[in-house]
């Protein structure tokens, strides 16, 4: 009796997937030809970049090379504007693999371990940018690991998947996943498909699965899904691989390892298609996007629905983490090159008066590319932001992050000591000593020519003085003199005979100071018997001696200085 219904549902799976085929076989993404046939696995776009995935096969199943595709006239258009199409190539760009696994408690625990078993080789064998994230779909779909390239994360990941109770959800399953690659579709590798794994028994009694599978799910996400379904009689299943397109694998459970890694193999001789999309196109809408080769055999084309929504995002530090007072361990919003090891790459500075750039000493870069660890000179309180300078993305390395894109952290131990100070004030007290001792070396040589022009100038006095006649009082008298804010100074030197008229007024005055505070005639030096004497020449005009406002006559002594206005004046007798 439970063989009889086991193969009533059978038969009547068989024909609701021969109505759902049916139904969509007019919004098919593959072209058959007498040359073969073409169809597109999938359509990247993060404007202004677009990468077009697609195979193209003869008729004995082998891949066209990118050359003949080109050859053969490639046309891809966006609704009705044309795109370059100048540049094809065999697709090596990074695959992620986003895994299903059906983890219900209804399927044999042999089995399940065998189905975990294929998982185990697909991380073994992806390269090294690939990513793999996983899922389980018994009941609610979950996600217990997110999309990366750390094998280590992955194998545990997958050990401590349980069996579970409850149905898969294909719908539910769907939701899932577009959430996710919304949510992290830059960080995600270019080129993503969908694995499903499940059992043969779970396919065929769960109608509501099987319909799911035959619909065009994958072409409406524009991504590629693979079910392989494990079955102690794959053979009785090979209908439903016919009615997907293949789309749905049947094999032993055992060999499920073996198909999956056949299909990877399959996906190596996919196709590259790199253009640009014109700023015409950008927004958050659907586009239809349609790549044909009319000229390969009869016409082929291949259509898909695309987001275009989607902007390239500069790589940036999304979260720091501080793990002690000379390590920092950086979050990006996507995987980074691995190269990027230089310290001039990262850029850590503090948001205080200081602006002290913190020296960065190591790098270490995790496998997945998302943690960046710095090593650092050490660190006290305050507030910081980290930059990232001319850092690479991995899945697209002409995508290069800039300094404006900073990220702050606050750090609130380790208040400052005197290491913190001495640190940044080095530099400082080093140039301003330099400094002070240079302008004490120019002070003091200032000094010495001053002393030996005044000893000059008393040479010549006495010089001057000696061989004159005595009818007039006469004295040889040297003045220095210089405005208030200068540092040049004038120098006069003559003899003296009776009276000197300083003043402004060259016309009326012996010597003529150009200070617009000095009047005409401003004072008088006045040689009585062998003194000197200044005469003030009204209340107008003030005269200060040392500092001192005089009135009348005074008596003058060598070094004396006067004021008259803005200029001094310093007198060698």
């Excluded at 993404?29 to 697609?54: K, L, R």
């Excluded at 380790?414 to 120019?442: E, K």
């Excluded at 030197?493 to 505070?517: I, R, T």
Aim: glycine share 6%.
């Amino acid at each position: 009796m439970k063989r009889l219904k086991f193969i009533l549902a059978m038969a009547g799976t068989v024909l609701l997937c021969l109505a759902l085929c049916l139904a969509a076989s007019a919004d098919t993404t593959i072209a058959t030809n007498g040359a073969g046939t073409f169809s597109v696995e999938q359509i990247y776009v993060n404007v202004p970049e677009m990468d077009v995935f697609f195979y193209a096969l003869d008729a004995d199943g082998n891949p066209y090379t990118p050359t003949v595709v080109q050859a053969a006239g490639l046309e891809l258009t966006v609704g009705d504007h044309a795109l370059d199409t100048g540049s094809v190539g065999q697709a090596d760009s990074p695959v992620c693999y986003l895994v299903g696994i059906d983890n219900s408690a209804e399927i044999d625990a042999a089995d399940f371990r065998q189905m975990r078993g294929a998982v185990w080789q697909l991380i073994r064998s992806k390269r090294e940018n690939d990513q793999i994230a996983l899922y389980t779909l018994a009941g609610q779909t979950t996600c217990v690991q997110p999309a990366t390239s750390d094998t280590q994360a992955l194998y545990q990941a997958l050990a401590s998947i349980p069996q579970a109770n409850g149905t898969v959800d294909i719908a539910d399953a769907a939701t899932t996943v577009v959430g996710d690659i919304q949510r992290d579709y830059q960080a995600m590798a270019p080129r993503k498909t969908i694995f499903l794994c499940t059992d043969g028994q779970r396919v065929v009694t769960n109608p509501a699965l099987m319909a799911g599978l035959l619909s065009d799910v994958s072409s409406r996400l524009n991504i590629t899904l693979y079910t392989f379904v494990g079955s102690g009689k794959p053979e009785t299943l090979s209908a439903l691989e016919t009615l997907s397109d293949g789309r749905i694998i049947p094999c032993q459970m055992q060999d499920m390892d073996e198909a999956i890694l056949q299909k990877m193999e399959q996906m190596a001789t996919a196709l590259e298609l790199r253009t640009e999309v014109p700023e015409s196109l950008y927004g958050e809408r659907q586009e239809l996007v349609t790549l044909s080769v009319p000229s390969l055999g009869s016409a082929v084309q291949s259509t898909s629905t695309v987001y275009m929504g989607f902007r390239m995002e500069k790589p940036q530090v999304s979260k720091v983490r501080v793990l002690n007072r000379n390590t920092l361990e950086l979050t990006m919003n996507q995987a980074v090159n691995q190269n990027a090891t230089r310290p001039q790459f990262y850029r850590v500075v503090t948001n205080d008066i200081w602006n002290w750039r913190v020296p960065i000493k190591k790098i270490k870069i995790s496998e997945d590319g998302r943690t960046v660890t710095l090593t650092t000179a050490d660190l006290y309180k305050g507030d910081y932001h980290v930059a990232l300078n001319k850092v690479s993305s991995r899945i697209s390395p002409a995508n290069v992050s800039s300094l404006r894109e900073q990220t702050d952290f606050t750090i609130a131990v380790w208040p400052r000591d005197q290491g913190f100070y001495l640190s940044r004030f080095r530099v400082p007290l080093l140039v301003s000593a330099v400094v002070l001792v240079v302008l004490v070396w120019q002070w003091r040589r200032l000094r010495r020519r001053d002393r030996a022009a005044e000893q000059e100038a008393e040479a010549e006095h006495l010089l001057g003085g000696s061989g004159e006649s005595a009818a007039l009082p006469r004295r040889w008298v040297t003045l220095f003199w210089g405005q208030r804010g200068s540092i040049a100074e004038s120098r006069w030197a003559g003899m003296v005979e009776s009276s000197l008229m300083l003043g402004s007024d060259a016309a009326q005055c012996d010597l003529c100071l150009p200070d617009a505070k000095v009047r005409p005639q401003h004072c008088l030096l006045c040689v009585r018997g062998e003194s000197l004497l200044v005469q003030t020449l009204g209340p107008e005009a003030p005269v200060f001696v040392n500092g001192e406002r005089i009135g009348g006559e005074h008596r003058l002594q060598n070094n004396d200085t006067l004021r008259l206005g803005r200029t001094t004046i310093r007198l060698v007798l």
